[in-house]
């Protein structure tokens, strides 16, 4: 399956971005709003879930508990799928993620928390709440995996652009459907109105005419005794065209882009320069963030001395291009001896080999000097 097969296509575990300005009835046209949220976290999460977290002991990858956490089922209810793709949601749009660790070792997500912070002791996190449950006590830095996100609170920077482009867009829907709108009066006879009969007479026929405009392309409107019924609808009115109203929810989530450092035109399905755009977005956007996890994973699993000899929890993202498409630059880092096998094999995300041919570093004949040429007839 091809990169954008995997970005783009749905996944059915995604988590919608807990927003309640999303679900308000009297916030106008957070349609847009919506749209941007969940394009631009929905596209990151979707190349972060697919990752596989590795963990590695000395040379060697080992897959042991933590490795069946982190990669299949972070707690009882969750798979890692939706576990990741619910804590990137939360550290792009708010900042900070907190992940709990129970007393049977599962990895829970905190809805909602108190942050104490100190300068020269731990901080401490208090009232901390798991789908609704407050849970006991209060946890120490050491104790938890605290995401902080480099950027501004997203949901701060969105509902400040919201409030800048939600009415222009709200007034720019307005003026579009008042573009065509059908205005027309009824004269109505006095004497028509006098009998109670008449009175139905009229309304049933404001219905029915209502009714016709309404549901069908062609209406027509039959005159009547008494009742004179006059169109004053004007002609090309003059208003903001659709695509006009498209280009400026366009630039709402450009800047929701720009924020985290995705390229819009990744989103927008333009094609032009794309494998040039694509590594922008995983290097601008993507490995911060995929930095930021394997940071604190590292931090709060790896002791110092582990760390130094080498023990880690790597963090493997999906990539846009696969070995054969970097063939060519594999043989000429190994032919010219650059690299050796074992360099190689990590920076391409193969696994270590026992295989003693990659402990050597080899040099074909063409990179050679002159003077090391041992080849040809002695005189």
Not at 103 to 129: C, G, M, P
Not at 193 to 218: C, H, M, P
Not at 223 to 251: A, C, F, P, R
Request: aromatic content about 10%.
């Amino acid at each position: 399956m091809g990169f954008w097969d995997k970005v783009i296509g749905r996944n059915k575990e995604i988590i919608i971005v807990d927003d309640k300005d999303l679900y308000d009835s009297d916030t106008e046209h957070t349609s847009s709003k919506r749209m941007a949220i969940e394009s631009v976290i929905g596209f990151i999460a979707r190349i972060i879930i697919q990752s596989e977290f590795r963990i590695k002991k000395g040379n060697k990858y080992v897959k042991d508990k933590s490795y069946y956490k982190f990669n299949l089922k972070p707690n009882l209810n969750q798979t890692s799928a939706t576990f990741w793709y619910q804590v990137v949601s939360r550290l792009v749009y708010d900042g900070e993620c907190l992940i709990i660790k129970s007393r049977t070792d599962d990895l829970l997500i905190a809805e909602d928390f108190n942050k104490q912070e100190y300068a020269v002791k731990e901080d401490v996190f208090s009232n901390v709440y798991v789908k609704g449950l407050e849970l006991n006590g209060s946890f120490r830095r050491s104790e938890v995996l605290y995401f902080e996100y480099g950027n501004e609170e997203l949901s701060k920077l969105i509902d400040s652009l919201f409030y800048d482009y939600g009415g222009l867009i709200s007034r720019m829907f307005e003026t579009q459907k008042m573009k065509n709108q059908i205005r027309s009066t009824v004269d109505v006879d006095s004497n028509f109105l006098k009998t109670e009969d008449g009175q139905s007479k009229l309304q049933n026929f404001i219905n029915r005419a209502y009714k016709a405009f309404k549901e069908k392309a062609v209406a027509i409107v039959p005159q009547q005794k008494g009742l004179t019924y006059q169109e004053h609808s004007k002609q090309g009115t003059s208003g903001q065209s659709v695509d006009e109203i498209n280009k400026m929810t366009d630039g709402f989530l450009d800047q929701v882009c720009h924020a985290v450092g995705v390229p819009p035109n990744l989103l927008k399905g333009d094609m032009a320069d794309i494998e040039k755009t694509t590594r922008n977005a995983m290097k601008f956007c993507i490995d911060p963030i995929i930095t930021i996890i394997g940071d604190e994973l590292n931090m709060q699993f790896v002791d110092e001395m582990d760390y130094r000899n080498g023990d880690c929890i790597n963090i493997k993202r999906i990539s846009y291009r696969d070995m054969f498409d970097i063939a060519v630059a594999v043989d000429k880092l190994r032919s010219s001896s650059v690299v050796n096998g074992h360099e190689l094999r990590d920076a391409i995300g193969l696994e270590y080999s026992d295989d003693p041919i990659h402990d050597e570093f080899i040099m074909t004949k063409n990179y050679e000097g002159a003077n090391d040429y041992k080849g040809g007839e002695e005189d």
